[in-house]
């Protein structure tokens, strides 16, 4: 018999009584739980819509597809609501999703910025933006400090990536530019330029290796980059020459390769005009047949949909458009 053992009171047995009533009466805790999707849920659904593909949404968030279908069917069924229909060959939102999404979105960019500020141990905003290394090195770096100067409380950080057209974005980059092809069906917040392609080498160079035509160009040192198809190409066929065969010169695989190859006095490379405009300026770089040759394809700002909303994002979207437009 346990001795320390001391009968309740009167008073004790009624409030106990009043608080196993009311807990009877109140939910139980696994209740509201239940009905509160799991993070990992929303974000599949999230990046499923965004792409209306399952395939898609697995690459970006480094899942199986089948994963990524999974998390979705759980999330349909903690909400009791149909958010995607699906066929063989397309994925489509129910009415009921595409309310869903915005609000979806913006939750999860409000947790991203929360748990952004967290790590960085301040409520300071900061955003992340992806963007080809060109575009990153020899175009944005040397203005960012005018960003800066207006806007000191923003951080932004950059991740070099090579962009596809179809829709990329990182999961956890607020931002990206893209340089995609006008036929793509891309959907993009802003249009920065279009790429417009010029020759380009150092001073040094032209002055080893003189040419001042397009068809001088054919018998130079060129600089090739890795492609379906080569601007080069292209440029000599605008100025009535045609290519016999494959051209040679140094092969290399992205454009700020390309670029640094012809910094180092390898050859004539073909390069935007906007990422070459400060080189040729500061006299690093010098055009050659100054003929600008217009593709297809153009440089554009999308802006992760979660992050739409936020306001540093905003003021970088407009900080960079001015930008881009001082370079028309």
């Not at 309310?99 to 967290?118: C, F, K, M, P, W």
């Not at 004539?268 to 500061?282: C, K, M, S």
Request: proline content about 5%; overall charge neutral.
């Amino acid at each position: 018999m346990n001795v320390n053992f001391r009968p309740p009171a009167q008073a004790e047995l009624v409030a106990g009584a009043g608080q196993r009533a009311a807990a009877r009466q109140a939910p139980p805790l696994a209740g509201p739980r239940r009905a509160v999707p799991s993070i990992s849920g929303l974000i599949a659904f999230e990046a499923t819509a965004r792409y209306l593909s399952f395939s898609h949404a697995a690459r970006e968030l480094t899942l199986t597809q089948g994963a990524v279908s999974k998390r979705v069917r759980q999330l349909e069924s903690v909400l009791g609501v149909a958010l995607l229909t699906r066929s063989r060959h397309k994925v489509v939102l129910t009415e009921a999703g595409r309310h869903y999404l915005n609000d979806v979105r913006r939750l999860l960019g409000e947790i991203q910025a929360a748990t952004q500020s967290l790590q960085a141990g301040s409520r300071r905003p900061t955003i992340t933006l992806a963007a080809p290394s060109e575009i990153t090195t020899y175009w944005l770096m040397p203005r960012l400090g005018d960003f800066y100067a207006r806007y000191p409380e923003i951080t932004v950080n950059l991740v070099c990536a090579r962009t596809t057209d179809d829709a990329w974005q990182p999961a956890d980059c607020e931002c990206a530019i893209q340089c995609v092809e006008e036929t793509a069906g891309v959907a993009w917040d802003e249009v920065l330029f279009e790429e417009e392609l010029v020759p380009v080498a150092t001073p040094q160079f032209l002055a080893d290796n003189p040419v001042d035509t397009p068809a001088g160009l054919l018998e130079a040192r060129l600089i090739l980059q890795n492609s379906p198809h080569d601007a080069w190409y292209q440029w000599f066929a605008v100025h009535g020459l045609s290519v016999d065969g494959r051209l040679n010169g140094n092969r290399h695989d992205c454009l700020s390769l390309v670029l640094e190859a012809a910094l180092n006095g390898h050859g004539v490379a073909l390069a935007p005009v906007q990422a070459v405009r400060d080189l040729i300026d500061q006299e690093r770089l010098r055009t050659i047949v100054n003929t600008r040759l217009a593709t297809d394809r153009t440089y554009v700002l999308t802006i992760h949909p979660a992050f739409a909303e936020h306001t540093s994002v905003r003021r970088f979207q407009h900080w960079i458009a001015g930008m881009a437009d001082r370079q028309q």
